[in-house]
């Protein structure tokens, strides 16, 4: 097994760095014949909006268990009216441990019947064919998302899948022409989508508190060196080879997501049009495996090339600007930024701030001052995400990064018990992982303009509003 696990790692590894290199379906802002879209499949339906029919039990499966997978699974089997069918990795200790775990959860009475799938790198595919689950929990290395995702439709699961959701945008195309072809959704878990300042802002948007937006900042500013110790098993044993051979936002969407929805992006409001990147020197990732590891060590065979900071701007249809940052390797505290600028005011968070035009009710009196801690108990009095008053304390409870992961892992079988949207669709999930493979594209030409492609082919202009959901 541990043979499999490492022969698995360099082949995914390697076949990522093709991926992530090869030429993406993207052209400068400059060239002629712009956003040059595929034709529809036969038989394709838009997703945008898009119910499928309630499940009164949702059979779930699950392929990677790993430090994220494993989460998914504990809580989703906590969750009323699931049954875990299946667990799928090839490391046959962590299978055994998450099932294990919903037989727990379950009492007795569900969960009761989980089949494991450790038998080498292609053994989810048995699964899939074998188990016909409803729905399917992707929690492996980056490259293995799209064609785990698209498999996994074709075999008639609604799918689930760790962020990004690919990284090529050949691989988006694909996801959302199989997603449209199978009624099948395709749904890119960003979880910060669902933590309470997240959710607040939402709901302040949508409610006109901060006026017409103008303006966000996105980021994932994430310290993650300490990953490179995972030699053989683990984040860092495939991670790290990304940061090697990729230069450009390789992972943009947890503060990107947020501000998307704060803006309707891709949904009848606004949208994507196009994206300039930067990046800083590589420096870190080279300096941090000299000081670290033996010379002769395989990460000090790298040249890492991933500049440590990439700086993007994404310019929209209406003329909106956001500006999204990436960092995994500076010595600096953790954001995501998180703000977004209206004519009548800025809501920011990291901490959660807010200045209005004409003061903070209960705060200060002036746009000048930011009101922040104890002086924002009246804005969440008021405010507050109707979402979170209903899971909110429960969450908390359970867990996950604050309880985000609970709310979204919640409504995700919600939503399918319910046959009502979901709160990500797939086109969402392409817009917000594109900003990775046109990041590259865009600082490998000295920060030239990209467009983005119209993964909805037009029709996110009558594509609703997420709604705030109670």
């Known amino acids: 097994m541990k043979s499999n696990r490492r022969n698995f790692i360099k082949k995914t590894s390697i076949a990522g760095m093709g991926l992530a290199m090869a030429p993406v379906w993207s052209n400068s802002i400059t060239d002629n014949g712009l956003n040059n879209i595929p034709a529809s499949k036969p038989g394709a339906i838009y997703m945008g909006g ?34 875990v069918v299946a667990i799928s990795d090839l490391y046959e200790d962590l299978a055994e441990k998450s099932g294990k775990v919903c037989k727990e959860n379950g009492g007795g009475t569900r969960h009761k019947d989980i089949t494991l799938y450790t038998n080498g790198e292609n053994d989810w595919k048995k699964m899939l064919k074998k188990e016909k689950p409803d729905a399917v929990f992707i929690c ?18 609604h799918v689930f899948v760790e962020v990004p959701l690919a990284l090529t945008l050949e691989e988006m195309w694909e996801i959302v022409d199989t997603s449209e072809k199978t009624q099948k959704h395709c749904m890119m878990m960003e979880n910060c989508n669902y933590n309470r300042e997240e959710l607040l802002y939402l709901n302040m948007c949508r ?36 940061y090697a051979k990729r230069d450009g936002n390789l992972y943009p969407t947890h503060g990107l997501g947020p501000v998307a929805q704060y803006m309707n992006l891709a949904r009848g409001e606004d949208n994507f049009k196009f994206i300039n990147s930067f990046s800083s020197p590589a420096k870190g990732r080279n300096l ?78 002036s746009h000048h001052e930011y009101a922040e801690g104890e002086q924002l108990q009246r804005i969440f009095e008021k405010y507050e995400h109707p979402l979170y008053l209903r899971l909110g304390e429960l969450a908390n409870k359970m867990g996950g990064h604050g309880g985000m992961d609970f709310i979204m892992r919640y409504r995700i079988i919600e939503c399918l018990r319910k046959g009502e949207p979901l709160d990500q669709n797939v086109y969402e999930g392409c817009y917000w992982s594109a900003v990775g493979a046109l990041s590259q594209v865009s600082v490998a030409q000295n920060g030239a303009p990209q467009e983005f492609p119209d993964f909805t082919r037009g029709n996110w202009k009558t594509t609703k509003p997420l709604e705030i959901i109670s």
């Open 207 to 242: 409610q006109g508190v901060i006026g017409e937006l103008l303006h966000g900042e996105a980021a994932y500013i994430h310290e993650l060196r300490g990953q490179m110790d995972d030699i053989e098993r683990g984040t860092g044993s495939w991670r790290t080879y990304q």
């Open 50 to 83: 898009f119910s499928a029919p309630k499940l009164d039990t949702v059979k779930c499966a699950f392929i990677g268990v790993g430090s994220r997978g494993s989460g998914h699974v504990e809580q989703i089997s906590t969750i009323e009216d699931t049954e």
């Open 288 to 365: 941090y495996a000299a000081k670290n590891y033996p010379p002769d060590h395989k990460w000090n065979k790298l040249d890492f090339k991933g500049g440590d900071i990439n700086t993007s701007i994404v310019k929209t249809y209406l003329g909106r600007t956001i500006m999204v940052q990436w960092d995994e390797t500076s010595p600096r505290p953790y954001t995501r930024h998180n703000l977004i600028q209206g004519t009548k005011g800025t809501l920011t968070g990291f901490p959660t701030r807010i200045a209005l035009e004409g003061g903070v009710e209960g705060g200060p009196d």
């Open 140 to 157: 492996t290395p980056w490259e293995l998302h799209a064609p785990m995702a698209i498999e996994a439709m074709k075999s008639g699961a």
